[in-house]
């Protein structure tokens, strides 16, 4: 499951005239290399979240058979609320197993790991599997509390200093990048989930609400030679560009 239903607020102007997700990396929109990668990790069928003004993404990706995947199309109504976890519950009816969800708008080179995250999280068992990058900064990020069995603990935003120190690992702080692995055991939680100061419903308050009730989340620890970006601000957009370039991965041919 790919969540592209945001407005893209931060992206604006340019967001005015263009998708966020269809942001050009190199050669690609930024959501073709997810389908990409995805598709490479054995994965069948992809069903996309889409909200109002999210035509291109339908255009440009069709049904997926040019990619060799299989891509259909839900809606989030936001008139039933905001937020990633109403995103994610446009899937309930359509989803009876295990699936991974990626945010629309993040750009991870190499994917390979993608097939090594859906291996840990069988040979877990978990309910959840959060991917986790380790990074020198997290401010505009939520961080992951784990144990040393790499079982979640909690997910801290706007935590005091004292306690971020705390959840380090390796000098670096463990923070929530996606993508994510559920059982659908998520839908019930999602129902659960309280609205956030912000207003809108987000799938870290729904995991926390897992991992209250003591059901397995663990972390995947995102290889430390995978580049990572939110590319839903300008600024990190273009650093992902650069990285493209510096390895020489702009032309047609080239696959991520």
Known sequence: ???AAGKGTRMRPYSNAVNKEMCLIGYYPVIEYAVRGLASAGVKKIFIVLGERKSQIMEYLRDGSWLGIRIAYLYQDMSRGEGTAKAVE??????SEDFMMLYGDTFFHPTSFFRDMIEQHRREGSKATMGVYLMDRYREYGLVKIDGNGRVLDILEKAPEEEVEKVKIDGLYPVNSGPI???PTVFEYIKRTPVSPAGE????DTLRLMVKDGLKVTAYKIPRNVFWRDIGRPQTRIEAEKYIQEKGLVKPESQP
């Open 1 to 3: 499951m790919i969540l």
């Open 90 to 95: 446009a899937a309930e009816g359509w989803v």
């Open 181 to 183: 692995i559920f059982n």
């Open 201 to 204: 419903y987000w799938i870290t």
